[in-house]
Nanobody
Framework: QVQLVESGGGLVQPGGSLRLSCAAS????????MSWYRQAPGKERELVAG????????NYADSVKGRFTISRDNGKNTVYLQMNSLKPEDTAVYYC??????????????WGQGTQVTVSS
């Protein structure tokens, strides 16, 4: 079965760092673009960062550019989100997301379970 298993969330002080991991199984990982989304209380889910299926292209929300880095290791079927210089407004549930990397397969999508990131002093 398809699984996206996240780890690395938790409580951190402003200015601190966290690295989220998402371990994928049950699908052809290197044929899927991977993304991180987040949802804060009372707000819409928003795209944080994305990476193409082979890792040759990335994109970031303006609010996290220069602070967050998305990467993937296709040999380990894992995508990462390195989060530095964290701010209270980064507090949200973070979700791992997979999408088929071609026009034909892009409607194949999977969501992780979500992991809480809280930035507070």
């Amino acid at each position: 079965q398809v699984q996206l298993v996240e780890s690395g969330g938790g409580l951190v002080q402003p200015g601190g760092s966290l690295r989220l991991s998402c371990a994928a199984s049950g699908f052809t990982f290197n044929r899927f673009a991977m993304s991180w989304y987040r949802q804060a209380p009372g707000k819409e889910r928003e795209l944080v960062a994305g990476i193409s299926s082979i890792g040759d292209s990335t994109n970031y929300a303006d609010s996290v550019k220069g602070r967050f880095t998305i990467s993937r290791d296709n040999g380990k079927n894992t995508v990462y989100l390195q989060m530095n210089s964290l701010k209270p407004e980064d507090t949200a549930v973070y979700y791992c997301y997979a999408q088929g990397g071609t026009i034909l397969t892009r409607r194949q999508t999977y969501w992780g379970q979500g992991t809480q990131v809280t930035v507070s002093s």
